[in-house]
């Protein structure tokens, strides 16, 4: 079985107060390269990390790697025009592509591998990870089949439409690491992970 993998790190970073999130180091470590390693260790295939164009801050960021780097130059129109230019760089005879956000520092190589065995054992379905108290993760892996449904959502909401419409394939993957449902948006988020991720270092 063939996967591909997305690594969507286009976003302006906003939100977020003074400076870029993907550049800020946690542990010594740009937040988008905890990201790219962890798929990079992973049974992952092909990776292709989506950066805006001539963002060479969070291409250096992430540094070498088992991935290769996309660019997108029309970022600033929302998280779907990344979602399409990784779509194009992918082989499109992949069975499914796994999409993993690039401010998801938590994310680790256990729970990917988890994920993609589920993949391999139900290649038509959405697999995705879940809390024990129902709460939809990332990253998820998404059947060929919706590749073109993919490829056609417009504005900043990534597959979230596509995910909505097509219930019928879900395939939750209970999953107690708190990093595949943690985001950083701002400087509170990231105070709030660095807490917890030295509490779990302690223990």
């Known amino acids: 079985m063939k996967l591909a993998a997305l690594i969507l790190a286009a976003g302006s ?13 946690i542990n010594g470590v740009p937040i988008v390269r905890h990201v790219c390693t962890a798929l990079e260790q992973s ?19 992430a540094g070498p790697g088992r991935w290769r780097l996309v660019e997108n130059p029309r970022a600033r129109d929302g998280l779907s025009t990344s979602l399409r230019a990784g779509l194009r760089s ?63 959502v417009s504005g900043d909401t990534g597959g979230r439409s ?18 595949a449902f943690t985001d950083i948006d701002t400087r509170a988020d990231l105070e709030t992970f660095v807490a917890a991720d030295q509490t779990t270092r302690r223990k």
Do not use: Y
Request: charged share 20%; aromatic share 6%; hydrophobic share 45%.
């Open 13 to 25: 970073s906003s939100r977020f107060e003074d400076g870029h999130k993907l550049l800020v180091e």
């Open 43 to 61: 049974k992952i295939g092909d990776i292709v990390l989506v950066t805006a164009s001539r963002d060479d801050a969070v291409a250096k960021a």
């Open 90 to 152: 992918i082989d499109q005879s992949a069975d499914g592509l796994l999409i993993a956000l690039a401010d998801m520092p938590g994310i680790t190589t256990t729970p990917v591998d988890t994920l993609i065995s589920a993949f391999e054992d139900n290649p038509g379905a959405i697999v995705f990870p879940v809390s024990t108290d129902g709460r939809r993760g990332h990253p998820i892996i998404w059947p060929r089949s919706l590749f073109a449904a993919l490829g056609a």
């Open 162 to 179: 596509v995910l909505a419409d097509h219930q019928d394939l879900w395939h939750p993957v209970t999953c107690d690491e708190p990093g």
